[in-house]
């Protein structure tokens, strides 16, 4: 989910925050709730992000299907991470917060710090300085997920979290490449001062389908360590 560029206006700040604020509670208290509501939240979300992905690729039938993939993986491995016991909505929650976490951190040191471009010819805005930031941000998820969980060692879950920060960070990139090769600045309108949702979870996407696949890559090892 990717913060306002430091040139936007308070105007714009500002209705980027009150559609978050409209939307990210319900989100939350679906997560928290379970079935039937978080399946009918990724069942609508999933169908969103479908219809702007035909936006995006205008009719490129190849771009298409392999951004549907895409997609459907990642949807259906937060469905699953979700699902996964009595967990589930811990790890979910984690998930939100390593992926808002490391977009803030990305945000404000980019801004702060700026100088070399992470990727200038995907992203022009994004700072390796920027990346670092959200790899800190990451790790102080991970740290307090630590403490509040009660974990007697930090050091895994920490590695893990700064990974899955990494990833979301690599999300947005992916997302930037293919909105570029089709000359789109947003995936639709659709969240006013947002764009589209696609821009919102990019990250979110790619962070779901590797946190599956650790939670997969050795039985219960990412529920064991959260």
């Known amino acids: 989910m990717a913060l306002p560029d430091a040139e936007q206006g308070p105007s714009q700040l500002s209705l980027r925050l009150m559609s978050a604020a409209v939307l990210v509670p319900p989100a939350l208290w679906a997560v928290h709730a379970g079935s039937p509501y978080f399946d009918v939240l990724i069942g609508v979300g999933a169908a969103i992000l479908v219809w702007e992905v035909i936006r995006v690729c205008r009719g490129k039938l190849l771009w298409i299907v392999a951004a549907i993939g895409y997609v459907a993986v990642s949807v259906v491995s937060l469905w699953l991470l979700r699902t996964s016991g009595d967990r589930g909505p811990e790890v979910v929650l984690w998930l939100l917060a390593v992926v808002w976490a490391a977009d803030s951190g990305a945000y404000f040191c980019g ?116």
Request: glycine share 14%.
């Open 111 to 226: 801004r702060a710090i700026g100088g070399p471009k992470l990727a200038p010819k995907i992203s022009p805005k994004k700072t390796w300085a920027g990346f670092i930031g959200a790899l800190v941000a990451s790790a102080l998820v991970g740290v307090a997920a630590a403490i509040f969980l009660g974990k007697p060692g930090y050091f895994t879950l920490i590695a893990l979290t700064v990974l899955i920060g990494g990833i979301s960070q690599l999300g947005d990139l992916l997302e930037s490449w293919v909105k570029r090769r089709f000359n789109v600045k947003d995936a639709s309108g659709l969240i006013p001062g947002h764009g589209g949702l696609f821009d919102r979870v990019d990250g979110l996407l790619a962070a779901s389908l590797v946190a599956w696949a650790v939670d997969i890559s050795v039985e219960g090892s990412l529920l064991a360590w959260l």
